[in-house]
Nanobody, 123 residues
Framework: QVQVAESGGGLVQAGGSLRLSCVAS????????MGWYRQAPGNQRELVAD???????SYADSVKGRLTISRDNAKNTVYLQMNSLKPEDTAVYYC?????????????????WGQGTQATVSS
C-alpha cells in the first residue's frame, strides 16, 4: 500500500507565493509520474502540473510561468512552487502519484491520491 501526504497549503494575498510538498511512502518499487491537480468549488478536478521520473514536465496553460513543479526521486517527493498567485488559483490541491508496488511476486502499477491541501488566495 502507498500513502500520499500533502503539506504547505494556506492563505496568501494575491501576488504572493506558496510551496506545496507531497511525499509518497510505503513499499514502493518505483514511481513514474507525480503531479498536482486542483479542484475549486463547483468545478471538476483539473491537472495543474506533472513530472516524470526523468524530469519532463507539463503544465496547464493557466499556470505556465507562475507555478513550477519539481521532484526529489530519492525522497519520493514532489513540490509545487506557486508564485504570483491569483484569486482564481484558490482550490484544494491534490497530489497524484503513479507508483509500482510488488506483493507476493506480483507487480502492480496504479494511481494514488493524497487527501488534498487547501490553498486560498485573497484579492
Amino acid at each position: 500500500q502507498v500513502q500520499v501526504a500533502e503539506s504547505g497549503g494556506g492563505l496568501v494575498q494575491a501576488g504572493g507565493s506558496l510551496r506545496l510538498s507531497c511525499v509518497a511512502s510505503g513499499i514502493i518499487s518505483g514511481i513514474n509520474r507525480m503531479g498536482w491537480y486542483r479542484q475549486a468549488p463547483g468545478n471538476q478536478r483539473e491537472l495543474v502540473a506533472d513530472i516524470t521520473s526523468g524530469g519532463s514536465t507539463s503544465y496547464a496553460d493557466s499556470v505556465k510561468g507562475r507555478l513550477t513543479i519539481s521532484r526529489d526521486n530519492a525522497k519520493n517527493t514532489v513540490y509545487l512552487q506557486m508564485n504570483s498567485l491569483k484569486p482564481e488559483d484558490t482550490a484544494v490541491y491534490y497530489c497524484h502519484v503513479e507508483a509500482t508496488t510488488r506483493r507476493l511476486g506480483v507487480q502492480s502499477t496504479r494511481s494514488y491520491w493524497g487527501q488534498g491541501t487547501q490553498a486560498t488566495v485573497s484579492s
